[in-house]
Every structure is written in C-alpha cells, then in structure tokens.
C-alpha cells in the first residue's frame, strides 16, 4: 500500500507541476491576479506592458508587421481551397487552373485573391524592413530580430517564385527556367541548387512537384515558425522608440534634454521627455 500510495503522490505530483507551469498565477480571484496573469500572458496582452504613446502612432509602425501577418493568413485560407481543385502534374495543372477560373464556384475570386495577397505580402514584407532600418530598429538588443527578418524576406520571395510556376502556362515555365539558369552560375553550389529545385535538368513534372511541396508545406511551416519568434521578441525586447536614445528622467526632479531658449539664456524649457502609456487590462 505504502508503494502504491508513494507513486500516486509521485504522479499528482508531476501534474501539478504540469499545470502550475501552464497556469501560473492560479484563478483570478483578485484585480491584482487578474492584472498580474493578463501582463505575463503572451497572448492575453501581446505587447509590452510599457510602451511610450509616439511608439504605438500609426504614422510611425504603418501597421506593415501587422498587414504582412494578416495577408500570410490570406494567403493560407485562399491556398487550402485551391488545392482542393489542383494536382501538381502536368498533365493536369493548367486545365486545372483554368477550371478554377471558368468552372469552380467563386473559384476565379479565391485565386485573384491568393494572386494579389501574394503581390501585396512581397510589398509589405519589403517595406516592413525598409522602416526597420530606416528607424534604426534593428540595433540592440534586437540585432536577433533583424536577422529572422531578413529570412522571413527571403522565405516571401522564395514563396512568391515557387508559386510562380504552377499555373504552368508558358510565361510561368519560361520564367523559372530563367531563374533557376541564373542560380547555375552561383559559385560552387550553383549546379547542384538547380538540380535539387528542377529535379532534373529541364522543368518537368520534378520540377513542378518538388516546386508544389516547397510552397504549399516546406515554405509556409518555416514562415510561420519564423514568425513566432519577432512576436515573441517584441513581447520580451519592448517596442523600439527609433534612432534617438532613451530620455532619462532623473531622480532629484530636474528635466534634463532641455534646449536652451530662443534669447540665448538658460532655463527650464518645455523637455524632450513624454508620457508612457501603461497598458493594463482586467
């Protein structure tokens, strides 16, 4: 009795530890648990806690991180019902695109979709990291950050060629013949990339299934995993406030970062600091 009494306290041992570690601050019984669980919940409040009110304008994010993310969901919806109606062969890939057109209800709708999220996704990806640098928001500690997005920019492009080829017109063949001759010449790797994209030495029925894996599966699960990661860091590393340093308030009172005034004297003047915004919820 004694063993079987130890292994089931071993047992209701290990799951509360289980759920202690997925529910950290038990029930919220209080406005003080409540708040404390919400603030230390990576999706109940996303952002961070404290983020200065110039740093949340619109003017300054555009939203492109945001508007990037949403058409990668665009994209993963339009795409599972297009492969409802699409087998990556090429005996049957255009006439199959042509029936998405012409035959499948709102199928003409759900592909110009996917199409112009795609172009539009490449658009915001781009200016997404043009913003980036340009405010200087890849320096530390988010050097990290800047490098997972330059992948996620690559992924995009990769996203957008490979998908370039399965309509499987003359425009799309020709096209990735083009590219995958370009990526020949690289040095060393070169030969041996277009082998393993083509599956052969010319754009075939390899080419297009192997294309077809890398977008619809290869492609798409490395995206997101990517993507977890700068939400994740935003969460940990704070929004960051641009090319200019942090304004220290000091403790004894007096406003440092003042400009002097316009007569050439000294003086208190209105300060370069501004207030932070505590988000909070309940």
């Known amino acids: 009795m004694r063993v079987i009494r130890a292994a089931v306290d071993e047992i209701y041992s290990v799951i509360e530890q289980m759920v202690g570690a997925v529910f950290r601050h038990g029930l919220p019984l209080t406005d003080k648990i409540a708040?404390?669980?919400t603030l230390t919940n990576f999706v109940l409040h996303i952002h961070p806690v404290r983020v200065r009110?110039?740093?949340i304008r619109m003017s300054y994010t555009l939203c492109l991180g945001g508007l990037s993310f949403f058409l990668f969901i665009v994209l993963?919806?339009?795409?599972l019902y297009l492969m409802f109606y699409y087998v990556p062969s090429t005996n049957h890939a255009y006439q199959d695109m042509r029936d998405l057109q012409f035959v499948v209800t709102f199928g003409g709708l759900i592909r110009n979709m996917h199409r112009w999220a795609a172009h539009a996704m490449v658009i915001t990806v781009w200016l997404h990291m043009?913003?980036?640098f340009l405010t200087g928001a890849y320096k530390k500690p988010r050097e990290f950050n800047w490098g997972v997005g330059t992948l996620l920019l690559l992924?995009?492009?990769l996203l957008s060629f490979t998908g370039y080829l399965l309509p499987w017109d003359q425009l799309s063949i020709w096209a990735v013949t083009v590219g995958t001759n370009m990526?020949?010449?690289a040095p060393i790797a070169g030969p041996y990339t277009r082998y393993l994209l083509l599956g052969g030495k010319i754009v075939g029925d390899n080419g297009l299934l192997r294309f077809y894996v890398l977008h619809v599966v290869g492609l798409p699960l490395a995206g997101f995993l990517l993507m977890v990661i700068p939400f994740w860091r935003v969460r940990n590393d704070g929004l960051s406030g641009g090319l200019g340093p942090w304004p220290v308030k000091p403790a004894n009172g007096s406003r440092h970062g003042s400009e002097p005034r316009r007569g050439g004297g000294s003086g208190p003047t209105t300060p370069r600091w501004r207030s932070v915004t505590t988000v909070t919820t309940r």
């Open 35 to 37: 708040a404390r669980t």
């Open 53 to 55: 009110r110039s740093w």
């Open 76 to 79: 993963t919806v339009t795409g």
């Open 130 to 132: 043009a913003r980036v």
């Open 155 to 157: 992924i995009t492009l």
């Open 183 to 185: 990526a020949k010449y």
